[in-house]
């Protein structure tokens, strides 16, 4: 399966900015500062995990969230379609496994993960691993998109990311089976009332959540423990 979702976004890279805006209508750039501002302070050092085309961590040095950002993410051709947007700026890349993460224990300040976590096949593992990079007292915040529990997120993935995502990845990216595991990977994955209690049982405290859009996305915002 993660070999699948690995060669499905290698499919889209390409076109994986363009995609964003358009089935968002932008409203994902909003999102990212907003999910942004909920840090407190400026972290140094940030891991920026399944950092796609560095989106999130372009905003967090523009936004003066962050001093330095390394993009991590176990798909090359994200990165190598990114490249040209973090030329020149504090922010440096690797490839690397979200459950087997390259880097020493303590190694950032602060990690971030933007719409990347419902990809990875154990999100527990993941936690764990950010946990073990992480500082005592740094910082994590996740935004995403959970499974819905409410009535508008249920009717909006149940019509529009049903149909309007796969007829426009078609049209735009040539895909429409990636936007068909967008839609199928949201319905699969956490609540939020689910990932609060994973963060926790993580090594996390002082969750603090944001909702986006009637519960469309998510952001969260939590502590790592001090042992």
Known sequence: MADAVQ????????????????????RDVAW??????????????VLDLACGTFD??????????????????FCLPMLVAGAGKRAGTTI??????ALRLPFAAGSFDAACVGYGWRNFPDPARSLAEIH?????GGQLLILEFFRPERWWPRVFYGTVGRTVFP????????????????NASVQRFLSVSEADSLVRRSGFTRPRWR???????HAVVAVRTAT
């Open 211 to 217: 909702s986006f859009f009637g519960g469309i996305s």
């Open 167 to 182: 007829l426009v990845g078609g049209m735009l990216a040539g895909d429409a089976d990636a936007y068909r595991y967008l």
């Open 32 to 45: 990212r500062r907003a999910a942004l501002a909920m840090w407190e302070g400026t972290p140094g050092r």
């Open 56 to 73: 999130l961590g372009l905003e967090a040095v523009a936004r003066g969230k962050a001093i330095q950002v390394h993009g991590c993410d």
């Open 132 to 136: 073990r990079v992480l500082r005592p």
């Open 92 to 97: 440096t890349a690797s490839q690397g496994d």
């Open 7 to 26: 060669s499905m976004f290698a499919r889209i890279a390409p076109r994986y900015d363009l995609l964003n805006r358009v089935l968002s209508a932008r």
